[in-house]
């Protein structure tokens, strides 16, 4: 009860600090700045404080064991979490490179996530345990893999900002690259918006409005020229976004980020995401799936996008470390390995198992 | 000179970066499509799974040609197993090829550095202190000291005066330790496949295994009678490997391994399930847990007993045994029905009976007859009671009751609802179990490969913690006296990770050098 009021100022101090943010790098005024910080601190401060709440309510409400209660088992409390390892990353940025005009891109992802679970009406009830999920390794292997997953989601960030403010002309393959899967994501999303208006999804879980409805208003609707409709506005879409790309340079300029540092931000990231990603998502996952089923590794399409993901990180560390790769070449290779994340969280669950769903119910 | 050259070139090979890149991504790409095809499921769902990307009149044709390319099971496919072998080769070749560099810059002690070279150093600072030599040198070594380095000390070639140190050299390591750690995986997981095994047995309450099942795709009929016919003649021999085999005239090993071809693997013990139990949160349908009773015999004898549950299994010379499926046996008239009976005296008593038996409720001359048995039973929009699942979500069962007056009426006891059972003279006829009608399936796994699997984990955690969070930290300081009775100071370092905080620290060195007394 407490939890959800917390979280609600958090969303709020996430989506104020956004406008600070953005009035600080249109400004230049110190003192906005600083407000901006301490909003962004104050809304993290309230969204430990939820965290917590909603851990020893659902201790009390379990009654398994405090390790055993952490509120990460479902997408709503992952969703959180993964939004506060966010906030967490980005302070620690501001602070050790004093550099604040990256806040204004953060800060927008975080309110929009939470209000987007609050708006969705996603499933916030506090769940019992199924058996398998009733063990001490919940705790660490949750915890890690999104620690990482929110190293690597900066890691992206600054790795698309990288190309999108150092590709000069529209005709180069970073160019095409960065606005495609920027265009991607843009036209996913609102083709998602438009599902969610005509089936009305508020309310429905997440899971089952994925797997029964998802682009079944646009790419995957019955009628042939609505498929053929959406396909053409959502390639100009992508168009527009090619064209006018300059736009968002412009905006991202005015952050006042030098390429280096974000070069070196996205760096950092992954050589922190990665150790943690091996050992919290890959090793006690293996660890903790050979203690409930006997098996430490399967090939199950979790543990497979998993590895992917981990191929994907150790590629881009060899290119840099090894081949020396630097710039549009291996900022490419970042955001392709976020991709491969956002994959591993929420496609396997949502699109992969429902694409093996839709199998059956034919 | 031609041979060495081909050796050398296979060499190169194998020790590139970019075989290793385009190792990753060969893996990483068939590993996609192998999430999406489901492993090992019946072709007619993989063509459904198939026709969404290349339309129905595609899909039959696209399935035969992935098929034989063997993307149906590509994870045991033999090229896949090729690829993971070349990673594994380009690891170890890489390792040998680049070792010797680094364990030189490992081993090799630090030596004062030669003048000129100073600014050719990444991080770099300099400082004119006053004070004699003396004064200067001990004040080098007090800073030096509290940045945390322990440094050694000497004239230099050209009139100077130097100090150098390093720090955690061995991190360089750490590289080599996370790229054996995967061989160790590796390894480990050969053991595992060579040695030992992965199976399932179902056992019904109050039934005894001494063998575990593999699939094993049995094609003819006579297939399946001889695999029946062990099974038989297993039981006859209560188990007993050595007599079997003599029996047959084969020996013991050519026993396992004909049982092996057939799915059978035979346990040199017996485990026998004594009881299965779910668990709900509060009346929901919602598992809290699976559990199982299990008890392991040698011989006769009973050694070891636990109850399992999904991430607690069962460990019994070397074999693990984890809680992976349940369900209702096909015929329940077996079941027996197990009740608590609280008389309004207080007096509480147990009952047993199977379908169509009679017992006596205590403190009174009434009988009651079991005439029906539900798993899941719940009242339907007319209130009358219906199955809604074939497993033991919810058990019941039908009671008719004689009172003593002679008047039979019947009435649904369910096990989570106990108000169900209280009779009118305020005796309370509790459901305990209506055992002996659920199987629990056990997945058995013998794997004595997973210890060095976990060796591998470990070290592969150690080796890329020192890899990405520990740095060879290098640096030196040189004095030299100037014209006027000044020092000239010279630093410069180098570090293998985290150049920002090391630049700091030298800073802060620098900072304390040049720092008055006062």
């Keep these: 009860m407490q939890s959800s009021v917390f979280f609600g100022l958090s969303t709020v101090a996430y989506i104020l600090a956004m406008i600070a943010y953005i009035t600080y790098i249109a400004f230049k005024n110190r003192g906005i700045g600083v407000a901006a910080t301490g909003i962004t601190i104050a809304g993290f401060a309230s969204q430990t404080t939820a965290i917590l709440l909603r851990w020893s309510e659902f201790y009390r409400f379990s009654g398994m064991g405090l390790i055993r209660s952490i509120p990460l088992t479902n997408l709503y409390e992952s969703l959180v979490f993964f939004v506060w390892c966010l906030i967490l990353g980005y302070l620690i940025i501001e602070f050790k490179y004093k550099n604040r005009s990256f806040g204004a891109f953060v800060t927008p992802v975080a309110g929009l996530a939470l209000a987007f679970i609050d708006l969705s009406g996603m499933s916030k009830d506090i769940q019992p345990l199924v058996p398998a999920l009733q063990s001490n390794w919940l705790l660490v292997h949750v915890m890690m893999s999104f620690i990482a997953y929110a190293a690597f989601a900066l890691s992206f960030s600054t790795g698309l900002m990288y190309l999108i403010a150092t590709t000069e002309k529209r005709k180069e393959a970073s160019y095409f690259f960065w606005s495609i899967t920027f265009g991607i994501f843009a036209v996913v999303l609102v083709s998602m918006g438009i599902d969610w208006f005509i089936y009305k999804g508020a309310g429905m879980k997440p899971e089952a409005f994925i797997r029964s409805y998802l682009f079944k208003s646009t790419f995957m609707s019955g009628s042939g020229a609505v498929q053929a409709v959406s396909y053409i506005l959502g390639a100009l879409l992508i168009f527009v976004i090619w064209r006018y790309g300059y736009v968002l340079k412009r905006v991202i300029e005015g952050f006042k980020l030098s390429p280096e540092m974000l070069e070196e931000i996205t760096y950092k990231s992954i050589a922190i995401g990665f150790p943690i990603f091996t050992l919290g998502g890959l090793i006690f996952g293996a660890i903790w799936a050979d203690q409930a089923w006997g098996v430490y590794w399967s090939w199950d399409p979790k543990e497979t996008w998993s590895l992917i993901t981990w191929f994907v990180y150790a590629f881009y560390l060899h290119a840099r470390l090894l081949r020396g790769w630097r710039g549009h070449k291996i900022s490419v290779v970042a955001v392709m390995g976020f991709v491969a994340v956002i994959f591993t969280y929420l496609g396997v669950n949502l699109l992969l198992s429902g694409l093996h769903a839709y199998g059956s119910m034919e | ?518």
């Design chain 2, 1 to 518: 000179m031609e041979q060495k050259g081909v050796s050398d070139r296979i060499w190169s090979f194998f020790s590139s970066v970019k075989l290793a890149i385009v190792v990753f991504s060969l893996i990483a790409l068939t590993s996609i499509i192998g999430t999406i095809i489901e492993q090992q499921a019946p072709p007619e769902r993989n063509i459904t799974i198939i026709a969404k990307f290349v339309g129905q009149g595609l899909a039959p044709g696209a399935y035969t040609v992935l098929e034989k390319l063997g993307f149906m099971d590509m994870y045991r496919s033999s090229w896949f197993l090729a690829l993971l072998m070349f990673f594994a080769l380009n690891i170890l070749v890489c390792s040998i090829d680049r070792f010797p560099a680094i364990w030189r810059q490992v081993t090799t002690p630090l030596k004062p550095l030669p003048k000129d070279t100073f600014n050719s150093f990444g991080i770099t600072s300099e400082a004119v202190i006053k004070g004699g030599q003396e004064g200067a040198k001990e004040r080098a070594r007090k800073a030096l000291k509290s940045i945390g380095f322990n440094a050694k000390e000497g004239a230099d070639e050209s009139g100077g005066y130097q100090f150098f140190a390093q720090k955690t050299p061995w991190s360089r390591f750490g590289i080599y330790i996370s790229h054996f750690s995967i061989l160790i995986i590796l390894i480990g997981a050969v053991i595992g496949i060579f040695f030992g095994f992965k199976a399932f047995v179902k056992i019904p309450e109050g039934s005894a295994y001494s063998v575990v099942f593999q699939n094993r795709p049995l094609k003819s009929e006579a297939d399946f009678a001889e695999r029946g016919r062990l099974l038989d003649m297993l039981e006859t021999a209560r188990g007993d490997l050595d007599y079997l085999a003599r029996s047959l005239g084969i020996s013991t090993a050519e026993l396992k391994s004909r049982l092996k071809r057939y799915g059978i693997i035979p346990l040199d013990f017996t485990l026998k399930c004594d009881d299965f139990d779910m668990e709900f949160y509060g009346r929901s349908d919602m598992p809290k847990a699976y559990k199982s009773l299990l008890t392991v015999f040698e011989g006769e004898k009973p050694v070891k007993s636990k109850w399992i549950e999904v991430n607690s299994p069962l460990k019994y010379k070397g074999v693990t045994f984890y809680q992976s499926s349940f369900g209702l046996l096909d015929d329940v008239s077996s079941g027996e029905a197990i009740f608590n009976i609280k008389t309004p005296s207080g007096a509480s008593e147990t009952k047993r009976a199977r379908l169509g038996e009679s017992f006596t409720i205590p403190g009174s001359n009434a009988t009651a007859t079991l005439v029906d048995f539900s798993p899941a039973l719940r009242a339907d929009e007319m209130g009358r009671p219906v199955t809604y699942a074939d497993v033991m979500n919810n058990p019941a069962v039908g009671l008719q009751i004689k009172s003593t007056g002679g008047e039979v009426s019947g009435r649904w006891i369910l096990k989570r609802e106990p108000e169900s059972g209280f009779l009118q003279d305020g005796t309370l006829i509790q459901l305990v179990d209506f055992w002996g009608v659920q199987y629990t399936g056990l997945q058995a796994r013998k794997d004595p490969g997973v210890w060095v699997v976990y060796l591998g984990c470990l070290t592969l955690a150690i080796g890329l913690f020192v890899a990405f969070f520990m740095s060879h930290k290098k640096l030196w300081v040189r004095l030299q006296p100037e014209k006027g009775g000044n020092i000239k100071v010279q630093v410069a370092g180098s570090a293998s990770k985290n150049k920002l905080s090391f630049e700091r620290q030298i800073e802060k060195l620098t900072a304390l050098l040049k720092e008055e007394k006062k």
